[in-house]
Every structure is written in structure tokens, then in C-alpha cells.
């Protein structure tokens, strides 16, 4: 019970929720601060040696790809993914928004600084991870990816799934979650269950873009995030 109160007193705090240290359960983040390490343990394992084949995905799809239309859209450059090359968890996004297309790397706007401490909160970092996005271009606008922009783009992310072989993998929100799956329900009745897929266990959840908006949402993240963390620690 002390445990359940710290992670989700923790979880909150994490995400900037204030007030909740003030709680006397607080002090029993020392043991749920060991279960963290447990896990970082077991995800960060020193095998790197596949990089080269995500270099292989990587360079197959090339510097300036013209599959799909995305490239006459506006797009400065080919998103690919980033983190551990044998990362035993894998999140996967919708598509690179603005800030990404300049940087290069996923999740690195607001939603992307949400998601850093949603990892964390499991006891992870960034560089234990890995994170991609469905499609690899940002769309003009921001707009929702195009089916054929995804039939185009899908094959890759297949791949690096393939080469990193997660252990668990977490699309973030609707599109991932019903790409992944090839389903079109809708992600309120996909999160909040786990399915197997390509050799992991797959657990939807929201978008951390849907939580900036819809903050009350994140208690249900935080119950898939205790999921995960559950597999990776029995692992
Ligand atoms: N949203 C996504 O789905 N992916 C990103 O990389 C950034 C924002």
C-alpha cells in the first residue's frame, strides 16, 4: 500500500504536480527508488552490437527520402529515432513535430520534456530507451499522418522494432496505437491493455501531447507506466 501512495505521489511530483512531497509517505521513495534501480539494471545491458543494423535502416532510407510526399511538404530533415540500440523498452510517437524536424530527434518539444519524465519516473532515462515516431517526416502544420505517408514510412519503423527487439513497447496515443495494431478503435478502448506483437508486449497509452492538454489523464498513464515497469523488472 506505502508503495502504491509513493510511486503515485512520486509519478505526480515528476510531472510537476506541487505539493505532494509534503506528504509524510514521501519518505518511502527510498524503496521505490531501489525498484527504479532494479530495472535501470536490467535495461541498460552493454550489448550495442546491432547499431550497425539500425545504421543499415537508417541509411536504406537516406538523407533525403522521397518515398511519400512529405518531402515537397516542407520537412528539413529525416527524424529517425534515438536511445539505446538494444533497449528493452521502445516508445513509439505519431510523426516529428516542429521542434523535431529542427533537431532531428524525437520528442525533444513540450510533449517530448513530458515524456523524458514520464521515463524517469520509471526509474529510466532517455539514453536507456528508445524512442521513434511512426512516420519520419513532419507533416506541414502538424497535421495527422496520411495513409499513404504511413504505408510509406511503416516499413522502417517495423524494422528498427526488429533490430532493437524491445521488450515492451509503448505507442503514444491514436495513431501509433492503431497503426501497431491495425485496428481502428479508438485509444480509449486500446490503453489499459497489453498485446503481443513482433515478440514484445505492446501497452497503448495517451500522448504526452494529450496530457499537456488533459492533465487528468495522466493518472492513466502512470497505471500503464506501472505495467511496464512490472514486465521490465520481471524480465
Ligand atoms: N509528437 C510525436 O508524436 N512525436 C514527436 O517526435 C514529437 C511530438
Known amino acids: ?12 511530483a515528476e510531472l510537476g504536480v506541487t505539493g505532494v512531497s509534503r506528504d509524510p509517505q514521501w519518505s518511502a521513495r527510498v524503496s521505490d527508488t531501489r525498484a527504479n534501480a532494479r530495472v535501470a539494471e536490467a535495461v541498460d545491458s552493454p550489448e550495442a552490437r546491432v ?20 518531402c515537397t511538404l516542407g520537412r528539413k530533415q529525416i527524424v529517425f529515432g534515438v536511445g539505446h540500440p538494444r533497449a528493452r523498452l521502445m516508445f513509439v510517437g505519431e510523426a516529428p513535430g516542429e521542434e523535431e524536424d529542427k533537431q532531428g530527434e524525437p520528442f525533444v518539444g513540450r510533449a517530448g520534456q513530458l515524456l523524458t519524465k514520464i521515463i524517469e ?8 530507451v528508445y524512442i521513434a515516431n511512426l512516420i519520419k517526416c513532419r507533416p506541414p502544420g502538424n497535421r495527422n499522418p496520411e495513409a499513404d505517408e504511413v504505408a510509406a514510412c511503416e516499413p522502417f519503423l517495423f524494422r528498427q522494432i526488429d533490430v532493437i527487439q524491445p521488450r515492451v513497447i509503448v505507442p503514444l496515443g491514436k495513431f501509433a496505437a492503431q497503426c501497431l495494431l491495425k485496428t481502428t478503435d479508438p485509444i480509449t478502448r486500446l490503453r489499459g491493455r497489453r498485446f503481443d506483437y513482433r515478440g514484445a508486449t505492446l501497452i497503448p497509452t495517451f500522448h504526452p501531447a494529450y496530457l499537456l492538454r488533459n492533465p487528468s489523464a495522466k493518472r492513466e498513464v502512470w497505471e500503464d507506466m506501472k505495467q511496464v515497469r512490472a514486465i521490465l523488472q520481471n524480465a
Open 121 to 128: 519516473a520509471i526509474g529510466l532515462t532517455r539514453d536507456q
Open 1 to 12: 500500500m506505502s508503495r502504491e501512495l509513493a510511486d503515485h505521489l512520486r509519478y505526480y
Open 51 to 70: 547499431s550497425d543494423t539500425l545504421d543499415i535502416i537508417k541509411t536504406d532510407i537516406g538523407p533525403a527520402c522521397t518515398r511519400c510526399k512529405l
